[in-house]
């Protein structure tokens, strides 16, 4: 009986070291999974595996695991989910769960969670409040919000390698936002009006306004042939006006579009620029 | 035969749930973070690269071969690898590097068995050299049903539509077996061409002969195009048929 109860006592004692023993087995092998790029495996992994550890370190670091899994696999909103439930046991995996949900937040265009998410989070290290000052700054520019931007950058303190290129191409991605031409719809459709083509001409398509210019001047010298050939009343005359005709309007319109097509464009190239320069000072501190 | 084991298990893989296969997957991983011993952590990873091969996916496959220590591996085993990354190279659709695989494992020495043998008449059929494929396939199966279909078949070659058409319309879509669609074309772009000449009798340059330029230039090097195209679906139709054949021979 005194044996058994030793026992028994020796093995309650054991058991949460023993528990350790296959916890940091599983975190190596997934670690192991990460360096062989077996991201689906590692998350089925955590899914399977996630009901035995409910000690708030444990848990913590497989939240954090699965939703960087799940950022590899571009499935980012899972990834911000799991991320969100990493506590603050582990100082290094907080604070890049932190970053990482913020830039995917920002990747998503919900720019106010991306600074919410920022905003909430106390870091230790100034490295850390510095890369969280550089991510607030970007998501200002993916605002276009040049004021709160400047407010940003005037607190940058370069003194990290891993962020202060970053810092400066952010600056020259404001530049670049604040020197680009505004383009009207309504002085691109009057273009066209005038000169077919030159609303295209005027959103920077030359090719584009020259084929225009070409296909209008044919048909218009087709109306002419059909009218000095055949009259005014000829079937000839009816169809190629209405073939210019539409060309005409169609190519007003074409280049109304054109203004907001070039808007598009030019949002979406500032925008990659301005979240890759957020994503790489992320991949250089925390990979 | 190999090919077929892992089709069969790919038939079998697409009633069971994707938990179970990634439960297979990752177990193996399991196995192979666990030991040290460089044979059975090859041995391991074969059995890995033949499960994502029976989940059809082939890269990833091919992905977990490449990491297979093969010096750990006895001659017998090595000859399983090689054997194994030919079957996924044809799978694949990298018939070029399954053709290289053969020949290297050729002048290694492996054993020639009769499975890899019809992974190369495969590859051949899908190379398109009927003529390798042919005698091969006569190698492996003596006076086999489909002999005669690979002396019966011949592939056309899509450059040589595309000339054609150009010589003379719709010639290019007669080549490749579509001779209603030829005829239409050359009628299409007859008429083009009789339009636009009779625009230029009547000088009606901007209203007829110009348009029927423009669409005649359309046709033209659209049809051509088209007869390539034709052509190629029309090769890689018989490449199907064949190896539906050779499959269902043995």
């Known amino acids: 009986m005194k044996r058994s109860s030793l026992l028994l006592i020796l093995s309650f004692g054991c058991f949460p070291s023993i528990c350790q023993i296959a916890f940091d087995k599983n975190y190596e092998f997934l670690e192991h999974l990460s360096a062989i790029g077996a991201y689906k495996e590692g998350v089925h992994f955590i899914n399977k595996n996630a009901s035995s550890y409910q000690v708030p370190g444990q848990s913590d670091t497989l939240n954090y695991l699965k939703g960087v899994f799940l950022y590899r696999l571009k499935s980012s909103k899972e990834s911000i989910g799991s991320l969100s439930e990493v506590g603050n046991t582990n100082k290094t995996f907080m604070a890049h769960a932190t970053f990482l949900s913020a830039f995917q937040y920002a990747y998503l265009g919900d720019h106010q969670s991306a600074e919410s998410s920022l905003a909430t989070t106390n870091f230790e290290r100034d490295l850390n409040r510095e890369l969280r000052l550089h991510l607030l700054a970007g998501i200002s520019l993916l605002k276009r919000d040049i004021t709160q931007f400047d407010s940003y950058s005037t607190q940058f303190s370069r003194q990290y390698f891993q962020i202060a290129p970053f810092q400066d191409q ?49 048909l218009g010298l087709q109306v002419r042939e059909a009218y000095k050939k055949d009259g005014p009343s000829s079937f000839r005359f009816k169809l190629f006006t209405g073939l210019f005709s539409t060309l005409y309007v169609a190519n007003i319109w074409g280049s109304v579009l054109s203004v907001k097509i070039y808007k598009d464009d030019f949002n979406e190239t500032f925008d990659q620029a301005i979240l890759l320069n957020m994503h790489v000072p992320i991949r250089t501190i925390f990979d | ?208 002969a110009l348009p029927s330029v423009a669409l005649f230039q359309g046709f033209y090097f659209g049809g051509a195009e088209f007869a390539r195209e034709l052509t190629e679906k029309r090769n890689r139709k018989i490449v199907n048929e064949l190896s539906n054949q050779v499959l269902r021979s043995f």
């Not at chain 2, 460089?38 to 091919?62: C, F, M, N, P, W």
């Not at chain 2, 990298?94 to 009769?114: H, M, R, T």
Request: glycine share 10%; hydrophobic share 40%.
């Open chain 1, 170 to 218: 952010f600056i020259q991605n404001k530049e670049g936002l604040l020197k680009a031409k505004r383009k009207s719809p309504l002085v691109a459709g009057v273009l066209s009006g005038v000169v077919p083509g030159a609303g295209k001409f005027y959103v920077g398509k030359v090719g584009e306004g020259y084929v225009t210019l070409l296909l209008s001047a044919i």
């Open chain 2, 1 to 208: 035969m190999c090919l077929y084991v892992p089709f069969s298990i790919s038939a079998q893989l697409k009633s069971v749930t994707t938990d179970a296969y990634l439960d297979e997957l990752t177990r193996v991983e399991w196995e192979i973070f666990s030991t040290s011993d460089e044979s059975v952590i090859a041995r391991l990873l074969l059995t890995k690269s033949s499960i994502h091969g029976s989940g059809g996916d082939y890269e990833q496959a091919l992905a977990t071969l490449d990491r297979i220590n093969s010096y750990a591996l006895d001659d017998s085993s090595q000859w399983e690898v090689m054997e194994e990354r030919i079957s996924l190279l044809y799978l694949n659709g990298e018939f070029e590097q399954a053709k290289n695989a053969i020949l290297e494992a050729s002048v290694l020495g492996y054993p020639q068995n009769d499975d890899l043998r019809l992974i190369e008449v495969l590859n051949y059929i899908s190379l398109m050299d009927l003529d390798q494929a042919g005698s091969l396939y006569e190698k492996l199966n003596p006076g086999g049903d489909v002999s005669e279909v690979f002396r019966a078949k011949k592939f056309r070659k899509p450059t040589r539509a595309f000339n054609l058409s150009l010589l003379l319309p719709g010639s290019g879509q007669m080549y490749s077996g579509h001779v209603l669609r030829g005829v239409t074309s050359l009628g299409i772009q007859a008429f083009l061409f009789t339009y636009g000449i009779r625009g230029i009798q009547g000088r009606y340059f901007f209203t007829e």
